[in-house]
């Protein structure tokens, strides 16, 4: 072994072997590194409750905006059939049944022009879920709650077609937190 002018080492190899294993063993450590994280695919999650049917009826409305049941409704079923897990049928098939409740519904202002001038509304919305097996035995329930900010015009038709818009996006928002919440092992 020699050594240059500058300091560096000249005529030292390794052997290639010993450059081979040092590779090898950090090949190894990155696999099991990657294959240990407990990492998997969101689709693959099985249900809390394993359901092949399920009736969904109407859902009661107890609040003042007349209507939005049918919304909340179908966005549920729609969810659920998109799923492929369970499939929602008649209430004399189904093995349980999902009724909801639109329990809350708020308004406030998010921005104002001045103090009384309102520019932009928040909406929230809560539901009740609750999954009952044929006997009436609680199998699943949950309380959701979402939100959405819409834009307040000077026509009243046009902001109360603002405010529908946000609530049909709450409304598909909360059939997709309850299938997430239902298809996850809490």
């Given at each position: 072994m020699a050594m240059q002018g500058d300091g560096?080492?000249?005529?030292?190899?390794y052997p290639e072997g010993g450059a081979r294993c040092r590779m090898i063993i950090v090949m190894l450590?990155?696999?099991?590194?990657?294959s240990g994280c407990g990492y998997r695919f969101s689709g693959d999650r099985e249900p809390v409750i394993d359901l092949k049917t399920v009736h969904i009826p109407p859902m009661?409305?107890?609040?003042?905006?007349?209507?939005i049941e049918t919304q909340f409704t179908n966005d549920l079923i729609f969810e659920v059939n998109?799923?492929?897990?369970?499939?929602?049928?008649?209430?004399d098939m189904a093995e349980a049944?999902?009724?909801g409740v639109i329990r809350d519904l708020r308004t406030g202002s998010v921005a104002r022009?001045?103090?009384?001038?309102t520019?932009?509304?928040?909406?929230?919305?809560?539901?009740?879920?609750?999954?009952?097996?044929?006997?009436?035995?609680?199998?699943?329930?949950?309380?959701?709650?979402?939100?959405?900010?819409?834009?307040v015009l000077s026509?009243?038709?046009?902001?109360?077609?603002n405010l529908r818009q946000s609530l049909a996006v709450i409304s598909r928002r909360l059939a997709e937190k309850f299938h997430y919440r239902f298809t996850t092992s809490f």
């Open positions: 560096a080492v000249v005529g030292h190899r450590l990155v696999v099991i590194g990657l009661t409305n107890t609040t003042t905006k007349v209507g998109r799923s492929g897990k369970s499939e929602v049928v008649d209430r049944v999902l009724e022009r001045d103090i009384s001038t520019l932009q509304r928040r909406v929230g919305v809560t539901v009740d879920l609750i999954l009952k097996d044929r006997q009436g035995k609680v199998l699943w329930q949950s309380s959701l709650r979402d939100s959405e900010e819409y834009t026509d009243k038709t046009s902001t109360e077609g």
